[in-house]
């Protein structure tokens, strides 16, 4: 296929024939250097809108070769000098030694050497050099000596918040290519969160620039969102075939009746069992979680099944040994944090087990493609409790803290304006979580409640499935008939109103507190009783009866609209981690935000 026919398949209207001449030449470098002669895909959009047209690009794809060649392709032909930005140094390692090995210029700053020393390479058209005892002069010198032949620099992170980056880049008088990859890491809660949200600086430093943003899953609104924090003014977004999960099967319960992590090892056992002999991951959401499963796997298998665990809290050197040792298959079962898992990646794994919920149905998306890259049959499982919020809470709090102080121009504001913005922060967030909770409680095909949205899914008089020609999830596997949904908007806009009536009477709105109104309990305490939406007139003519079932279900829906907020009744000293004890200590309230508007179908 040539340019022109890209071209003409492509979503972005006329293409000039100055253009067209310019696809060419891309698909001619892209089959010299990759030796693959046509556009695949969204590629001939992508690299016409953001190389070519210099437009910012939120592009969602999948990874792999065909993702590298978005920007590496234009890197090879322009005068640019192409600046990628990826979270974790084994991601780097790996995205180098492709790009070397393709003879492509490729340059990257290590964190991880002593004395701020880089990693400096040149093999190819210009010799072969390889030292890791160069110190970042070096690699600033061939930058500088070499801008003809050094065409991509590759970062963490970090290293854009450094105060020398940015003059460096200026320095070189080049023209410049930013590229964001892994550009959920924007929206989910990982260990680069804070860093990956302040990349706005590249727009803001460098206005005629053109910004790429890449990942694997993010809907139209999150893409949004990415390009708004990377103060991308009119950017386009271009959404191609992200459907890899196709050979894996999702499966999700909602139990512990809200109890810690603790009392969850003996499922995970089970789960375990049923994978004695294959390769697999065990995500949990914090370092301190890690530690204690992977203890508790050792304590129950011995060397029945060698374990091996990553997160944030150990050395770079031991994490990339135990993905290391993983990978090559010398050991059976990787437990990570959600901070880390992002990047670990083996055709041996067969499944994923999410013992903890992770930040958003994104982050579950992503890290249950760890599963399955072979192709074969993959298990993706989801073991979820509503406590998991608290879990999390730490976390949000920190980063909130670190956002609003770093807004703040390093000094923290007073306490109420702290507390309400860090609110604005964390309160998203937690209708996030509370997302993934509905997708573990929902009776309804996952794949389906992955694509739509669960809020789309809880407005729907019908059930759907997707799995057909695909592996079934655990809700298509019984092969039932779908229920009959009720209408109960009526329902949710009573449990609206019973929060926004306890808060104008400064009454605690907890989870439970609701339901029990809600149901009209008779545990409900007599200040609450005297409230109008206890009183029976208000549920006269409501179908179904009012239950605890039916009102956490409302609730749950209410707080993924974002019509209730989830608040943390978290003390200040919860701005540090906690122990897995400490957890299960704090509760949430809940306050109105945007009046419900959609209707809700329970069945």
């Known amino acids: 296929m040539s340019a022109i026919d890209d071209a003409a398949s492509t979503q972005h209207g006329d ?32 690299i016409l809108h953001s190389a070519i047209r210099k437009e910012d690009v939120v592009a969602v794809c999948k990874t792999g070769d065909e993702r590298t060649q978005l920007f590496a392709v ?5 005068p640019e000098l192409t600046v990628v930005v990826l979270p974790y140094m084994h991601m780097v390692d790996d995205m180098y ?32 050099v390889s030292d890791h005892s160069h110190n970042s002069r070096l690699a600033v010198h061939t930058l500088v000596t070499y801008p003809k032949l050094a065409k991509i620099l590759i970062v ?8 020398d980056f940015v003059p460096f880049l200026r320095s070189l008088g080049r023209p410049l290519r930013f590229v964001v990859d892994e550009a959920q890491c924007i929206l989910d809660v990982t260990k680069f969160h804070t860093a990956y949200n302040t990349l706005g600086l590249f727009k803001e430093t460098f206005p005629e620039s053109s910004v790429l943003a890449l990942t694997s899953t993010a ?68 370092a301190g979680a890690c530690d204690f499963v992977f203890e508790e796997i050792r304590e129950r298998f011995g060397e029945d099944l060698p374990v091996a665990q990553c997160h944030e809290c150990m050395g770079y050197e031991q994490n990339k040994e135990s993905a290391r040792q993983w990978a090559s298959g010398d050991v059976k079962l990787l437990v990570v944090s959600s901070f880390y898992g992002i990047g670990v990646d083996s055709p041996l794994c067969r499944f994923v087990i999410h013992l903890e919920m992770p930040s958003s149905l994104s982050a579950l998306q992503q890290e249950s493609g760890r599963a399955g890259r072979d192709g074969r049959p993959a298990v993706s ?55 993934v909770w509905l997708y573990a409680s929902l009776q309804a095909c996952r794949r389906w409640i992955l694509s739509a949205g669960v809020s789309d899914v809880c407005a729907a008089p019908r059930l759907q499935r997707l799995c057909a020609g695909r592996a079934l999830c655990d809700h298509c596997q019984k092969q039932e008939d779908e229920p009959l949904r009720l209408d109960v908007s009526r329902h949710a806009q ?9 808060c104008d009477n400064e009454l605690a709105a907890t989870v439970q507190g609701v339901i029990g109104m809600f149901m009209r309990s008779v545990r409900v305490p007599e200040r609450c009783k005297r409230l109008g939406t206890f009183g029976e007139r208000s549920r006269a003519l409501l179908f179904p009866k009012p ?57």
């Open 381 to 435: 499982y989801l073991l979820a409790t509503r406590s998991d919020h608290v879990t999390w809470a730490p976390m949000l709090l920190r980063l909130a803290r670190e956002q609003v102080v770093r807004e703040a121009g390093g000094v923290p504001p007073s306490m109420p304006v702290l507390r309400t913005k860090m609110l604005d922060f964390t309160a998203p967030r937690h209708q996030r979580i509370e997302e």
């Open 15 to 46: 293409v000039t024939p100055r253009e067209t001449n310019r696809l060419e030449r891309h698909r001619y470098a892209k089959g010299l250097v990759f030796k693959v002669s046509s556009f695949h895909g969204i590629q001939a959009d992508v």
């Open 219 to 286: 809907s139209p609104a999150a893409a949004s969102e990415i390009a708004r924090v990377l103060r991308c003014p009119a950017p386009r977004i271009i959404f191609g075939d992200v459907d890899r999960d196709k050979n894996i099967s999702f499966c999700a319960r909602s139990d512990r009746d809200g109890r810690g992590i603790r009392y969850a090892c003996e499922p995970l056992f089970e789960l375990l069992a049923k994978h004695p002999t294959e390769s697999g991951i065990v995500f949990v959401a914090s």
């Open 494 to 502: 009573l449990v609206y109103d019973i929060v926004q009536d306890m």
């Open 74 to 78: 234009p890197a090879l032909l322009g």
């Open 97 to 128: 030694e492709s790009l070397i090995s393709r003879s492509v210029g490729t340059v990257y700053m290590h964190p991880h050497l002593i004395a701020d020393r880089m990693r400096y390479a040149r093999r190819g058209l210009f010799g072969s």
């Open 547 to 603: 239950t605890s079932r039916l009102g956490g279900y409302l609730v749950s829906v209410l707080i993924a609209r974002g019509n209730l907020l989830l608040l943390d009744s978290l003390p200040d000293t919860m701005f540090e981690n906690v122990t897995i004890e400490e957890r299960e200590c704090y509760a949430f309230s809940l306050r109105v935000g945007t009046p419900p508007s959609l209707p809700v179908y329970y069945s």
């Open 156 to 163: 963490t992170p970090d290293r854009p918040r450094r105060p």
